[in-house]
């Protein structure tokens, strides 16, 4: 059994349909990520950070609708281990928000970037260090591998984007990826059509773009999305 998830092989950790080991292969992609963007400036960067809330923001999803809901049912400290990380996840979810409306590569925006950059790590360490290791002392081989298989087809399927103000618990997050996930990547595609087309397209593109994010901001605000949320996961 793993103290961490940082040096044992795939074989020890379930291979590679474990959930531990897709697990460990978005984090270490998320870390590849942060270097690039302190690396980089302008339109780089900016593309840099677009790959890492597409990385982020499902990945994160599925741990609250998957992941941390299994661990509060298998562990008896479960409440205490999987709020302590919805919290992580709701502030860098507040920082993103924030962040999208902040003037790029000013010193307010670099600070940001280093409070989501400090935070992303610490919630990596405590998945690794505390939460995983012990979500493997409980489940068999076979338990990870059908909880990887869940908590992937979450993730190819959830949200892309920050949404701070929806629960980060089910049922509320569960309800919220209905509407919000086809607005999030229509968006997606959306704001890439208008950086690579000419001018005329790019600005219808980006309109119709803005008013799905209106939309989602009136969606995300329906009482039955915040169902479930433990009310001290909001600072
Ligand atoms: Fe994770
Ligand atoms: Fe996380």
Same mark, same amino acid.
């Given at each position: 059994m793993a103290r961490n998830l940082a040096t044992p092989t795939e074989a020890e950790l379930g291979g590679p349909r474990s959930v531990l080991v897709m697990q460990r292969r978005?984090?270490?992609?998320?870390?590849?990520?942060?270097?690039?963007v302190a690396a980089t400036a302008g339109a780089e960067r900016q593309e840099t950070l677009t790959a890492l809330c597409r990385l982020v923001f499902p990945h994160a999803f599925a741990e609250e609708a998957v992941l941390w809901p299994l661990l509060r049912r298998v562990l008896p400290d479960g409440h205490e281990l999987t709020l302590r990380v919805e919290q992580e996840h709701q502030e860098i979810n507040e920082l993103f928000t924030e962040l999208e409306t902040t003037?790029?590569?000013?010193?307010?925006?670099e600070e940001l970037l280093e409070r989501i950059t400090a935070l992303l790590r610490a919630d990596v360490r405590d998945e690794e260090d505390i939460l995983l290791p012990r979500l493997q002392q409980v489940a068999?081989?076979?338990? @990870?591998?059908?909880?990887? +298989?869940?908590?992937?087809?979450? =993730?190819?399927?959830?949200?892309? %984007?920050?949404? !701070?103000?929806?629960?980060?618990?089910p049922p509320g997050n569960s309800?919220?990826? @209905?509407?919000?996930?086809? +607005?999030?990547?229509?968006?997606? =595609?959306?704001?890439?059509?208008? %950086?690579?087309? !000419?001018?005329r397209i790019a600005r219808g593109c980006g309109r119709v773009s803005r008013a799905l994010a209106a939309t989602a901001g009136v969606v995300e605000h329906l009482p039955p999305l915040r169902r479930g949320e433990d009310p001290s996961t909001r600072a």
């Open positions: 978005d984090h270490q992609r998320l870390d590849r990520l942060l270097q690039r003037e790029p590569d000013t010193p307010a925006y068999g081989v076979g338990t @990870l591998r059908r909880v990887g +298989l869940a908590w992937m087809v979450v =993730r190819r399927t959830a949200p892309t %984007r920050p949404h !701070p103000v929806v629960a980060r618990r309800l919220a990826a @209905l509407p919000l996930s086809p +607005l999030d990547r229509s968006r997606d =595609r959306l704001d890439q059509l208008s %950086r690579r087309a !000419p001018g």
